[in-house]
Nanobody
Framework: QVQLVESGGGLVQAGGSLRLSCAAS????????MAWFRQTPGKEREFAAA????????YDTDAVKGRFTISRDNAKNTVYLQMNSLRPEDTAVYYC?????????????WGQGTQVTVSS
């Protein structure tokens, strides 16, 4: 059974930083592309960042470019999202996602999410 458990969310002031973690189990993590998505009430879930199996390729959306960094530690089966220069519009539930394959694309497994709230 695949499990993705996010942690690291919380309340932070605008301009601050948070690091989200996602611990994966039940899948071959080192061959799985991973991603972070986020969702606010009343809106569809949106892509934030993704990383290939080796970490050699990363992708992010324009809304977070230059502020968020995705990384992974295959020895720890964990993917991270370092979020700097946070803005109130970054407030959302952040979800970790995993794909049954090494390169980014559609995702097969999802975590339960962690709330990030940025105050102005």
């Amino acid at each position: 059974q695949v499990q993705l458990v996010e942690s690291g969310g919380g309340l932070v002031q605008a301009g601050g930083s948070l690091r989200l973690s996602c611990a994966a189990s039940g899948l071959t993590f080192r061959t799985s592309a991973m991603a972070w998505f986020r969702q606010t009430p009343g809106k569809e879930r949106e892509f934030a960042a993704a990383i290939s199996w080796s970490g050699g390729s990363t992708y992010d959306t324009d809304a977070v470019k230059g502020r968020f960094t995705i990384s992974r530690d295959n020895a720890k089966n964990t993917v991270y999202l370092q979020m700097n220069s946070l803005r109130p519009e970054d407030t959302a539930v952040y979800y970790c996602a995993a794909r049954r394959g090494p390169v980014v694309g559609n995702y097969d497994y999802w975590g339960q999410g962690t709330q990030v709230t940025v105050s102005s």
